[in-house]
C-alpha cells in the first residue's frame, strides 16, 4: 500500500538544478508525484510511494545535486488524488 507524503525542502534548492534531480530520483524508484519551486526559496513535494520506496527516495532528495545545499526536509502525511508519473509545476 502506497504512502504519500507532502515534503518541503529548504536551503540552496532553486536554480541548482534540484527539481530535475528530484524527477530523475522519483523516475528510477518508480515515485509518483510531483515537485515545484516555493516563492519563498523553498521546493515543494508530493511523493507517493510504497514506505520504503519513499524512505530511500526521501534520501536521495536529503542528498540533492551537486550544487544544492539542504539545510532541512520535513515531510507530512497527506490523503490526496494520487496522481499519473512525476513531473514538474510551477511555482504558486
Not at 56 to 81: H, N, Q, S, W, Y
Amino acid at each position: 500500500m502506497g504512502v504519500m507524503q507532502r515534503v518541503l525542502v529548504s536551503g540552496r534548492v532553486q536554480q541548482v538544478g534540484y527539481r530535475d534531480y528530484v524527477v530523475r530520483q522519483a523516475q528510477k524508484l518508480g515515485v509518483k508525484g510531483w515537485v515545484r519551486n516555493l516563492s519563498d526559496g523553498r521546493v515543494e513535494l508530493l511523493a507517493d510511494a510504497d514506505s520504503m520506496v519513499l524512505d530511500e527516495f526521501l534520501a536521495k532528495c536529503r542528498e540533492g545535486p551537486r550544487l544544492a545545499r539542504i539545510d532541512d526536509i520535513t515531510a507530512v502525511p497527506v490523503e490526496e488524488r494520487p496522481v499519473m508519473g512525476f513531473t514538474k509545476r510551477f511555482t504558486p
